[in-house]
């Protein structure tokens, strides 16, 4: 079988999506033996990079608006991976602290039924839905760029800088936190309140999921429509983000008593000017 001409004339989605699948049973395989369940969050930043320089090689990388969305989501990625690698997420037990979390929450048993439907199979999905924007390119070939795609490249590169800036300000910060633990000394404060923090109790988050709705944009900018079936990608990662930060924060307050008073006075996700009583957080 010519596996190159198979490629070639399939559609490059169906490709795609057998692609997700395999990788969801992949990390499926993996968690069950090694009782380990971040495997897919190892793959996060590494997949949607596959799956944009896919729809863009699909078409020999002769369109330059799917070449110009792939190279945003690979310098995301590349970037993405390496914040992920310094905090020790690739090593043996560099586990997302959360799923242990839950696992205490609803047990064992039915956190295995998670980990089969959700944490291998939905969030792989996801992690293609999120790209689908680039099929929708694909899907009007031949479209030349316009004011929307780089208004939409514009945002995505601020989005990016955003969530970099916010990244590297946490890791000096916790970096300073655990060395001063290390000496015996007690760290000048539990958790970050400054930088872009003072803004938003998250803004790697906000900034995150605002790169995935510029992205979307590409799909409109191409022709698809104002609102087009590849929007799902974008409204289920910002659902997904909404529990995921109400997990963590819960598990903040219940570390840190003081948290409640950043929560009232900064804005949760949304960038904004913090309230009066944030200048009393200690």
Known sequence: MDFVALYQTTDPLITA???????AALCWVLSILTREYSWVDRIWSITPVIYAVHFAGHVGFTDVRLNLMAALVTVWGVRLTFNYARKGGYAPGGEDYRWEEIQRRIGAKWFQVLNATFLAPFQ????????VPSYAAYQHLGEPLNTLDYAAALAFTAFFLGETIADEQQWRFQTAKHTAKARGETPDA????????????????FCEQAMWWTYYVFSIAAGAGWLNWTIAGAVLLTLLFQGSTGLTEQISLRKYPAYADYQRATSRLVPWFPKSARQSIP
Do not use: E, K, Q
């Not at 792989?124 to 790209?131: A, C, F, G, R």
């Not at 539990?190 to 988050?205: A, E, I, V, W």
């Open 190 to 205: 539990d958790f970050l309140t400054t930088g872009l923090f003072r803004y938003s109790r998250h803004p790697n988050f």
């Open 17 to 23: 999506f057998w692609a997700s699948l395999g990788f």
């Open 124 to 131: 792989n999905v996801l992690l293609l839905l999120i790209v």
